[in-house]
C-alpha cells in the first residue's frame, strides 16, 4: 500500500512539473549586453560547486551504505528520482540563457536541487547534527552558481525548492511526525496535487 501511495506520488511530482512547465512556456533570452563573461576566480568557484555537489550525495550514499539503512536508501532513492524528474522537466521546458550564455538551460538550477534534496534528506532522516553542515554546503553551490554566472538567483532558489520538497514528501520519518498527506486535486480544467501537514 506505501508502495502504491510512492508511486502515486511520483507521478502526481511529475505532472505537477510538466503542468507547470506547460503553463510557463516561456523563453527568456537576454541581450548579448546581459550575457556575464566569467572571470578566473568564477571559473574556480564553479567548478568547486560541480565537486561539492557530487561529493554531498557520494558521502550520503556511503554513509546510509555503511549504516545498512535500507530504507533510508529507498527513500533516498526516491527523493533523488523526484528531484531529477522535476528539475530535467523544467529545464527542457523553460529555456532560459544561462547569465555566462553558455546554454539555454539556467532555470531551475540542478547543482542546487541536488545539493538540497540531499541535505534535507539528512537533516529529516539523521537530525540536524547531519543537515545543518549539509545546509551550509547546499547553501554554498547556490551562491556559488550565482557568483559564477551559471545561474539567476531565481534558478538557485527554485532548484533548492526542488529537492528540499522531495526530500519532505520522501522521508519517512518527517512525514510519520507530522502526519504528511499528499493526493491528486482537480476542478475539471486542470490539474494539481494538494498537501497538508502538521507542526
Known sequence: MIKKIRNIITVMLLMGAGTLSAQAQTYFE???????????????????????????????????????????LVQGIETAGATAAATLILKYA????????????????????????????????YGWAFGAPAYALAAYVGWGRVYSGKHHW????????????????????????????????????SVGVYASMEF
Open 94 to 125: 523553460v529555456c532560459e540563457r544561462r547569465p555566462d550564455g553558455s546554454d539555454m538551460h539556467s532555470f531551475p538550477s540542478a547543482h542546487s536541487a541536488v545539493s538540497f534534496a540531499t541535505a534535507a534528506f539528512l537533516q529529516r532522516r
Open 154 to 189: 531565481w534558478d538557485v532558489v527554485a532548484g533548492g525548492a526542488i529537492g528540499a520538497a522531495s526530500a519532505y514528501i520522501f522521508t519517512k520519518p518527517f512525514a510519520k511526525k507530522h502526519n504528511l498527506q499528499v493526493s491528486p486535486i482537480s476542478d475539471g480544467r
Open 30 to 72: 537576454p541581450a548579448a549586453k546581459d550575457v556575464v563573461t566569467p572571470t578566473g576566480l568564477q571559473k574556480n568557484v564553479s567548478r568547486s560547486t560541480d565537486i561539492v555537489m557530487l561529493a554531498l550525495p557520494v558521502a550520503t550514499l556511503a554513509g546510509v551504505l555503511i549504516e545498512r539503512d535500507w530504507d533510508g
